[in-house]
């Protein structure tokens, strides 16, 4: 942890004089400076046997690969539940606000951990000068389409959604942009990026009509427990719902779900399901989710395990993929094994294997959470497939912004960019699609 974060950890700490803020503080820096034998010790033994250290060192993974590394602490919250003493700490990190919330028991051991956006907002002391809305890709043109905010969905948790529709043209096919992993804005913003932003503007400028919404967690963050966190509470109600409400729209000749990263997983079952037009997967993983984290933990920190560390690993996420893993079992950010076992009954290649509508599979080269690995997956198992168009693009990485390769963590999208207009031309994909389905009512 950055010694700015630790630093104000002990101001607060020493200001509050409680020891057990300082054990919740002592297993948060220790988490984050790798010290995962000593947290272990400080959990009680239920949070023993759900989080060994190979489970400790995943969830630091994740929150590197997701998060990042924090900035500042901005609040420390306190609250009795029952025999349990509960912590929240707002936690600032350059891709948002996330709640870190310690369980401590009546013996100061740790008996609960997990993460989750936060709904604290900073205060601003002094006038802030508000930064200028960082401008469009040159590919983008303003005037070829008019942007609308609509609301999408159904109660209790109604979307704000944001729609692009081509000018000049009475029909367009559409495209809904599902959101990969985590919780983000409707323009899928990463530190100065605005991936998919960059991605609806470039297609209803070629006169392709796009729709982007953001997760129920990100506007509902309060109710995230009673929303549910699962496959279906993520992804499938809302998408089946806006796709049915979509269809109704007579200006829409055609509609394409586009899926990124996670969204690209489940993609395929939702396109089948709701009986879409066509299917693109940007980023997208022909393995489980279990897979995708055992590859993270070897390939991003396997360097920093030892032999028998690696083997523990393999074995906890093998178990992952057999189902074999209690689905309570508590994983680490509020995530359960129930959790990876509900995207398990929507995985994409039993799908992609079968169907017969128009399939775009897209990744890029120098992506650390999708690697290049996966791509050749696809290309075995479905590079014979006539509906299905396989394309890997050099130089990009998992937002599809250009990079040189060399930082393998969400501080690569530190790096200003924007969506590379090689996507945006492979998307043409469509109008080719559209003439074919034209050409195909003449002859009815």
Not at 49 to 65: H, I
Not at 321 to 339: F, H, K, R, S, V
Not at 367 to 395: A, C, S
Not at 414 to 427: K, M, T
């Amino acid at each position: 942890m950055q010694r700015k974060l630790v630093l104000l950890l002990v101001i607060l700490f020493s200001v509050l004089a409680v020891a057990s803020v300082d054990i919740a503080s002592q297993y948060i820096n220790g988490l984050y400076e790798g010290r995962f034998e000593e947290i272990y010790q400080m959990q009680d033994e239920t949070m023993k046997k759900a989080q060994p250290v190979t489970v400790l060192k995943n969830l630091k993974t994740q929150l590197d690969v997701q998060l990042g590394k924090p900035i500042a602490t901005l609040d420390i919250q306190q609250v009795q539940q029952g025999e349990y003493m509960v912590y929240v700490l707002a936690t600032e990190f350059k891709v948002g606000i996330f709640d870190f919330i310690v369980t401590l028991n009546t013996e100061g051991k740790v008996a609960g951990f997990f993460v989750r956006p936060s709904s604290y907002k900073k205060a601003e002391t002094q006038p802030v000068e508000v930064p200028e809305e960082r401008p469009l890709p040159d590919y983008a043109n303003p005037a070829n389409y008019t942007e609308q905010n609509i609301t999408v969905g159904k109660e209790p948790y109604y979307l704000p959604a944001r729609l692009m529709v081509p000018n000049g043209l009475e029909s367009y096919p559409l495209v809904i942009i599902l959101q990969g992993s985590g919780t983000h804005d409707i323009d899928g913003t990463l530190g100065p990026n605005k991936p998919y932003r960059d991605l609806a503007a470039g297609l209803a400028s070629r006169g392709i009509a796009t729709l982007r919404y953001p997760k129920k967690y990100y506007v509902y963050p309060q109710q995230a427990a009673e929303i549910g966190i699962n496959a279906d509470a993520e992804y499938i109600e809302d998408a089946l719902t806006i796709i049915a409400q979509m269809k109704g729209i007579p200006q829409f000749s055609s509609i394409y779900l586009a899926g990124h990263s996670m969204g690209g997983m489940v993609a395929p079952w939702i396109a089948q399901e709701a009986g879409v037009d066509g299917m693109i997967l940007l980023a997208g993983s022909p393995v489980k989710f279990a897979q995708i984290s055992l590859d993270q933990n070897l390939d991003l920190v396997g360097d920093q395990l030892s032999e028998e560390q690696k083997a523990q690993v393999k074995d906890f996420f093998t178990k992952m993929l057999n189902q074999e893993i209690p689905p309570e079992t508590d994983l680490g950010q509020g995530i359960t094994a129930g959790y990876y076992y509900s995207f398990d009954g929507y995985f994409c290649m039993p799908v992609l294997e079968e169907t017969e509508m128009p399939v775009l599979v897209v990744n890029a080269e120098l992506d650390f959470q999708t690697p290049k690995k996966y791509f050749d997956i696809f290309v075995e198992k479905l590079g014979d497939r006539p509906n299905i168009t396989l394309k890997l693009l050099p130089g990009l990485n998992h937002i599809f912004n250009e990079t040189d390769g060399t930082i393998k963590s969400v501080e690569e999208y530190d790096r200003p960019g924007y969506v590379a207009v090689e996507l945006i031309d492979l998307l043409t994909f469509l109008e080719r699609v559209e003439e074919h389905r034209g050409r195909a009512d003449v002859h009815r």
